[in-house]
């Protein structure tokens, strides 16, 4: 699948954008703030409807939209897909100024119908890999978890409505937890809602635990071609740390070199969901009294991470920043052979700014794991970041001022506009 034509009205810096672009390598290159990230932005919107980075919806919003009347911005987007063209509409807007703060809105069309934020889900895929992402291993669980929802509710629509209403669920437990503590109260009032946690997150646990099973083997052979063959760091093991005990994470703490790895690291866990509910609700009971001391529920896939080992060395705690990025590097390759496996469609490849992050060698590794028929953008303030050269005929935006000023096809002299080479 191909995001074709890419339309933006007042997003971020662009006031207005009318792109069409091939399902091949695109370089867009330009000064810093220029309108790089922006554009990548939007197409990751288009899939996820969010921004990979605001807080807020109306940060996406041009900051002199206000000047046509009600601000509002659009991302328009037609998706090219095997089994046919779609059409999606992220529109963020201005929907009130009562309050202290203005409230923003979102509005989203699928084929011009308006429909729910979750149905946009699924349509287009992305992987997006920015400097940022190397918090994935360096950072707090709550990045590992947010890495994995974004990866499993683009591939699962399932398991996005699974999340919502476990989440839902899980503040109305803890909203009953503050009352208990507060106020007194028979604890057997939270039995209805163990019941439906435990059944919700036994859903998350086993699309978890099965996603990490196969990034695991998908990352371990990437990583292998990504560090040189002299690097004496061993093979990388990816595992999902199910947040099912509290104090789970003792027993992966000890991070030796040469710790032997269990040999099958997931032998405790039921193999189901359902088995997996049975398990967070015994969890959960036998967690009542503390979880209402603390007013918080301490255990649920909320509390799950995710480990990255080399050699059996925790690269959270003791990987190298060298080595935190060659990890999240293999993940994010891995991710789109996933995400390919699972939907039967190559996603899109957003690398923002990535390469001037990466050495020769790994840069190289990348390089050359794009295929050729994938769609890639991949924005960089450096030119000569790039394989010199490039290869040829590989399509480069120009981007200055919020404006693509130049398109070319590498190794050519002529520069027609881009609007011509739209391809069917
Ligand atoms: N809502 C907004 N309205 C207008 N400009 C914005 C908005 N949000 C960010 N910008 C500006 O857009 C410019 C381009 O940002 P960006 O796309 O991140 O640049 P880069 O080319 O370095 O990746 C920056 O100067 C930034 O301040
Ligand atoms: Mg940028």
Redesign the pocket.
């Known amino acids: 699948m191909y995001v074709r034509r890419l339309t933006l009205t ?5 006031r207005r954008l009318d792109l069409t672009l091939p399902c091949e390598t695109i370089v867009v290159c ?12 939007a197409v990751y919107c288009l899939a996820t409807t969010r921004s990979p980075t605001a807080s807020a919806d ?8 206000a000047e046509d009347g009600i601000p509002f ?1 659009r991302v328009h987007g037609e998706v090219a897909r095997a089994d046919g063209a779609v059409t999606l509409d992220i529109v963020t807007a201005l929907q009130s100024t009562d309050a202290e703060e203005p409230r923003y809105g979102k509005r989203v069309q699928v084929n011009g119908v308006p429909r729910r934020a979750l149905d946009v889900l699924g349509h287009l895929n992305v992987v997006l890999f920015t400097p940022q992402d190397i918090e994935v291993v360096a950072g707090a669980p709550a990045e590992r978890r947010r890495y994995l929802d974004v990866l499993l509710c683009q591939i699962d629509r399932a398991y996005c409505r699974a999340l919502s209403t476990y989440n839902q669920v899980l503040a109305q437990r803890n909203h009953l937890l503050r009352k208990l503590r507060d106020r007194g109260g028979k604890p057997d009032e939270l039995a209805f809602w163990d019941e439906r946690l435990a059944h919700v997150g036994g859903q998350l646990i086993e699309r978890r635990l099965a996603t990490v099973v196969a990034l695991d083997a998908l990352a371990a052979p990437l990583h292998g071609d990504l560090v040189d063959a002299a690097d004496p760091h061993g093979p990388l093991e990816v595992r999902y740390l199910p947040g099912l005990r509290p104090a789970r994470r003792t027993a992966w703490q000890p991070a030796l070199a040469g710790l032997a790895e269990t040999p099958a690291p997931y032998a405790d866990l039921p193999p189901d969901a359902d088995g997996l509910a049975a398990r967070l609700h015994d969890a959960l009971g036998a967690q009542r009294a503390d979880d209402i001391a603390r007013a918080a529920t301490q255990a649920g896939p909320h509390r799950d991470d995710l480990a990255f080992r080399l050699g059996g060395i925790d690269m959270r705690t003791y990987g190298s920043r060298g080595q935190q990025r060659t990890v999240i590097l293999a993940l994010k390759l891995a991710e789109a052979q996933r995400m390919w496996s699972e939907t039967g469609e190559r996603p899109v490849l957003l690398l ?2 990535v390469l001037s992050e990466l050495d020769a060698v790994r840069r190289r590794h990348l390089l050359a794991r794009i295929e050729p028929r994938q769609q890639t953008i991949i ?1 960089t ?1 450096q030119v000569d970041a790039l394989p010199d050269p490039l290869p040829p005929d590989t399509l480069v935006l120009e ?1 200055e001022a ?1 404006a693509v000023v130049a398109a070319r096809r590498a190794g050519r002299a002529v520069t027609p506009p881009v609007r011509e080479r739209e391809q069917g």
């Open positions: 007042n997003f971020r810096c662009y330009g000064r810093n703030a220029q309108g790089k990230t922006s554009l990548v932005e109306r940060e996406v919003v041009h900051w002199q939209a911005s923002d700014d924005t303030t981007v919020a």
